[in-house]
């Protein structure tokens, strides 16, 4: 996860809460009318489907009202069409002949709700308000994860630090060229979000991006998946394909931990910087791409040059454009922020009220070291907002290593073994006993979390 992301807190127009109501009896729809807008609802109404249809063209609807049995349809199947187009919109279906496989089916195409006519009166306005805060939260999390993930403009990526500010600058000169980039920095400073940023933002962005990670692969498997491979050129080949290189032709390619490239393929990789030709594996015929290579460690090369590990000659045809990415020991003015759009975000994602952040659990965050950078921190505000049952984040929401490296935070006046074992259980307790993810909502390794388990005789 990166830290690519300018955090604005998330900002909704303060309108009032549009319900529609659909149903082909006047008197009915206008006695619902009445009630809903009595608690404060902006209620549009309609008599049937096609109507209906024409009102969600037009307005921005939260939440929608609907008989089941209307003149020109069913608003069973109507909740799958409106679901299909507006997948906020809520839908709470009315009946005055409900059963069983009717309030399934409804369930299975989208409905918030199935309720018995008659029944609405005094259920109405609460299961408004429920499905009400169903709408809300899933527009905060929508807007949060665009935020966080799909777009790529250098506005967004958080924090004010002159280190960060230079990487930036650095950034966008470069995104405007075709040169080759190295990113430079420790693991988990966000190099891969710097990548994409660079990607989108310069002449092949139409074009695709292509990211492969060169230490998951073994020297046989990275080959195939840069290059490609006939079929039959080694066992289990059994059909053509094509490499990476390939698919990301007209676009960039991002080869992280390039540093891990075993030393045959960096001739290979060599060879494709220098004429922009490869050759599958298994194949004589030689291809040619338009390629743009942006590469990333988190190695020091130049030591890895001395030691024989990596080419001279690949180092400087990759390092044409060099930027350093800070850690976030270098650049921990930026923590609150970053600290404040975690928060919001997995506040969300977990259906929970955003916290409030205590100078304490900031100044606890501010004097970490930060081994795992903008990773680290992403995972821990996310274990913290997970475990907090309370209105703030304070510093016993942190993990223990956090929490004793800190001078100012309150003794508990427990022993550290039986607060250890006491976190233990409550994270296994919400994981349901899933030891991988306690493990890494912990962040520790799962051979440590067995071996804690077995020290402290948790069941």
């Not at 949060?144 to 650095?170: C, M, R, W």
């Not at 470069?174 to 990113?183: E, H, K, Y």
């Not at 710097?194 to 074009?207: C, D, L, V």
């Amino acid at each position: 996860m990166s830290f690519l992301h300018s955090f604005e807190k998330y900002s909704y127009i303060l309108t009032m809460n549009s319900v529609l109501i659909i149903d082909d009896e006047e008197k009915l729809r206008q006695l619902l009318k009445r009630i809903v807008s009595l608690e404060g609802f902006n209620v549009l109404e309609a008599g049937n489907l096609k109507s209906a249809t024409k009102i969600l063209d037009k307005e921005s609807i939260d939440v929608v009202l609907c008989d089941v049995k209307l003149p020109d349809g069913n608003g069973i199947d109507f909740v799958k069409e409106i679901k299909k187009k507006y997948s906020f919109v809520e839908i709470i279906l009315l009946t005055a002949y409900g059963n069983v496989p009717d309030g399934v089916l409804a369930m299975r195409n989208g409905a918030f709700d199935y309720l018995m006519k008659g029944d609405d009166n005094d259920k109405i306005i609460p299961l408004l308000n429920r499905a009400l805060e169903k709408v809300h939260l899933a527009k905060k999390v929508d807007q949060l994860q665009k935020q966080a993930g799909n777009k790529y403009s250098f506005d967004t990526i958080i924090g004010d630090s002159p280190a960060i500010l230079q990487a930036i600058a650095l950034a966008k000169k470069v995104a405007a060229t075709d040169t080759t980039v190295l990113l430079l920095g420790e693991t988990g400073t966000g190099k891969e979000v710097f990548a994409q940023a660079i990607h989108h933002n310069s002449t092949r962005s139409k074009r695709s991006f292509v990211a492969v990670n060169c230490s998951s692969f073994s020297k046989e498997l990275l080959e195939s998946e840069l290059f490609g491979h006939k079929a039959g050129a080694f066992t289990g080949a059994v059909r053509d394909k094509k490499g990476l290189f390939e698919e990301a032709n007209g676009g960039t390619i991002f080869l992280d931990e390039i540093g891990e490239m075993p030393a045959e393929l960096q001739a290979r990789l060599l060879r494709v910087l220098e004429t922009g030709e490869f050759i599958k594996i298994g194949d004589t015929k030689t291809l040619k791409v338009d390629v743009r290579i942006i590469a990333a460690t988190n190695r020091d090369l130049r030591q890895e040059i001395e030691t024989g590990q990596f080419r001279s000659d690949l180092f400087y045809r990759l390092s044409v454009f060099q930027i350093t990415l800070p850690s976030l020991r270098e650049r921990l003015k930026d923590i609150p922020v970053l600290a404040e759009f975690f928060t919001d975000l997995f506040a969300a994602k977990t259906n929970k009220s955003t916290p409030l952040l205590q100078k304490e659990y900031l100044e606890a965050l501010q004097q970490y070291n930060w081994p795992g950078n903008i990773r680290e921190l992403k995972n821990i505000i996310e274990r913290s907002v997970i475990l907090n049952d309370e209105q703030q984040l304070s510093v016993k929401n942190l993990p223990l290593e956090l929490q004793t490296s800190y001078p100012q935070a309150p003794h508990s006046g427990f022993e550290l073994a039986s607060v250890e074992k006491m976190h233990i259980q409550k994270v296994l307790t919400y994981t349901k006993g899933n030891k991988t993810e306690a493990a890494r909502l912990m962040g520790i390794g799962l051979t440590t979390l067995y071996r804690k388990i077995e020290e402290y005789k948790i069941d």
